[in-house]
């Protein structure tokens, strides 16, 4: 997700996830459409393996160094009833044994690139072991123990099937572009929710239960709060976990969704991040000086470096995250580097909290520090899922990476999560939208949204979930019946029209009359700018006079006013 425009975030929602979570089996194109026509902006839709072809599984037989070079002589299964292929490649991490992906000869990759047969010093190479890169997906998100070489494939890849199932690359990635107002659409099941009011749906979450230790997780941790900027700040405990690579299809999501897979603690952070849209972050427990976590103002000076390696020099504006009074985290923005989870960790502490939007935009403006994390601080969190996204996350701890978890979560400070209530009346609706709905339609409109409703047409009170935290006023209620009812439903009117008709001047009249003749006699016309970069603005002048500049120019092109236009015309 990057940010562009103003403040405008884009959402990477991938179609194969949502339709897990909602049933819906329409078009993408069908779905873009609607989306941008009841409110979120759909900017496109991509399928990463477009463009790519004759890309199959290929098991590594045999591998061979080639002296004197870096390259390998290998022997691959395809899959092909022939036998395996021979094929050269200067990987470092191929070796013999592993699953592969390979383009035959007649495939494309990236580029629009074309595999052909070749000969490589002499010796015959049918095809290409390819790394992601090869494949169009940009380095920022390829995993890191593969950044340098191939990719390698799940051992149950079967050789000569089709590599996108197995790398999720027949996904279709919708792009959103989600505007503050609707920063409920930055996570899967905000998006699934949104989705299943335009057609009507009902959304299934997969749910997740923890299954804990007697051990209590207080022992090991205290939270305490010392800042009016955090609402509330959970945590649980998980030990003995095995830090490993995800599963494939768990680093296919990261990818698809533009984040790169490191190990499965902090994948499965990204995946609570994504699906609920609630920021966490998970600490080393054994690298705490001490067990009491203090979440509190920063101080002015006090130092931190993050995980991209930074020191960050912090001020009393900033949020952080303290074990024995240092800063272990910059709360809601980044991690630091003391107490990243590394091959070795053991024992995690598992981080949910709510930060103060404003704070948090400050920090990471100041610092020009974006992550998944503060975009998401700053527009606002479903209160509602804070603690279940904690769960949620510590019951994948289990299941990935054979964790502990220990009874209880430690927390201090909480959240309001009961639903707020907005009332309004039938009239004020239909006067707002010009329409003549009947009360019917206003329980029809809150149903598929989900929201509570009681009351009749003369006063109604709609219960919206923490979910939306965009409603709050009457207003907000129109405009989701509106959307929800159909823009496109609502009756238009011309307005009337008091003042004086338009018509065109004598010059302006004569202007379009000499066009019209001069286009019909086959002249074409050109406008061209009066500004141009100081060079040309005297070219071809006969005599230039002196140049008019512009003081500050938004290009060098266009800084300067042309004195004849031929320069231009060229």
Not at 225 to 237: C, F, G, L, N, Q
Not at 271 to 297: N, T, W
Not at 523 to 549: M, Q, R
Request: net charge negative.
């Amino acid at each position: 997700m990057q940010g562009h425009g103003l403040n405008i975030i884009i959402m990477l929602v991938s179609y194969k996830w949502l339709k897990e979570l909602v049933d819906v089996d329409v078009t993408t194109a069908e779905l873009a459409e609607k989306m941008s026509t009841t409110g979120i902006e759909v900017e496109g839709v991509e399928t990463p393996a477009e463009g790519l072809s004759k890309l199959v599984v290929g098991h590594v037989l045999s591998c061979e160094d080639v002296p004197e070079t870096h390259l390998h002589l290998c022997q691959v299964d395809t899959g092909d009833a022939e036998g395996p292929r021979q094929i050269v490649c200067g990987a470092p991490n191929v070796t013999a044994g592993i699953k592969v992906i390979v383009a035959i000869p007649g495939a494309r990759i990236a580029d629009n690139y074309k595999i052909k047969k070749g000969k490589i010093r002499g010796m015959e190479s049918l095809g290409m072991i390819c790394s992601l890169a090869e494949l169009g997906l940009p380095d920022s998100i390829i995993p890191k123990e593969f950044a340098d070489g191939i990719q390698i494939l799940p051992e149950d890849a079967v050789p000569g099937d089709s590599i996108f199932p197995y790398l999720d690359l027949d996904d279709e990635i919708i792009e959103l572009s989600i505007t503050p107002n609707r920063a409920d659409a930055l996570s899967m099941r905000g998006v699934a929710h949104e989705v299943a009011a335009i057609y009507g749906k009902s959304v299934h979450f997969p749910e997740k239960t923890v299954t804990e230790d007697s051990k209590p997780a207080s022992d090991k941790i205290s939270v305490a709060i010392e800042s009016d900027k955090v609402a509330t700040y959970a945590s649980r405990v998980v030990e003995n976990v095995t830090v490993q690579p995800s599963p494939q299809w768990l680093q296919n999501l990261l990818m698809n969704a533009g984040i790169r897979p490191i190990n499965n603690v902090v994948d499965v952070t990204n995946y609570v991040l994504l699906y609920f849209g609630q920021p966490m972050h998970a600490f080393d427990l054994d690298k705490f000086e001490d067990s009491r976590i203090v979440a509190r103002d920063a101080r002015d000076g006090e130092k931190l470096v993050t995980l991209d390696g930074e020191e960050r020099e912090l001020t009393a504006e900033d949020i952080v995250i303290t074990v024995a009074d240092k800063p272990v985290a910059l709360a809601g923005v980044m991690g630091g580097a003391s107490t990243e989870i590394d091959n070795n960790s053991k024992n995690v502490v598992l981080e949910a909290a709510v930060f103060d939007g404003k704070s948090v935009r400050k920090t990471s403006s100041r610092l020009n520090l974006r992550s998944e994390s503060s975009s998401r601080f700053e527009k606002g969190i479903n209160n509602d899922t804070v603690l279940e996204a904690l769960d949620f996350a510590a019951a994948m701890l289990q299941e990935l990476a054979n964790g502990t978890v220990l009874a209880g979560r430690v927390q201090a400070g909480f959240v309001d999560t009961e639903p707020v209530q907005v009332s309004t009346s039938l009239g004020y609706v239909n006067v707002r939208l010009g329409t003549e709905l009947t009360f019917a339609d206003i329980e029809d409109v809150f149903a598929k949204l989900g929201f509570g409703l009681t009351g009749d047409a003369d006063k109604f009170t709609v219960s919206v979930p923490r979910r939306r935290w965009d409603i709050s006023i009457q207003a907000d209620l129109v405009e989701e019946i509106a959307r929800i009812y159909g823009y496109e439903k609502l009756p238009t009117t011309l307005p009337e029209a008091a003042g004086t008709a338009g018509e065109l001047t004598e010059t302006q009249a004569l202007r379009r009359k000499v066009r019209t003749i001069a286009e019909g006699a086959g002249l074409t016309e050109i406008i061209s700018y009066a500004l141009t970069t100081p060079e040309k603005a005297v070219e071809f002048a006969a005599t230039p006079t002196n140049l008019t500049e512009l003081m500050w120019p938004m290009t060098v092109d266009r800084s300067a006013l042309r004195q004849n236009m031929v320069s231009g015309m060229l």
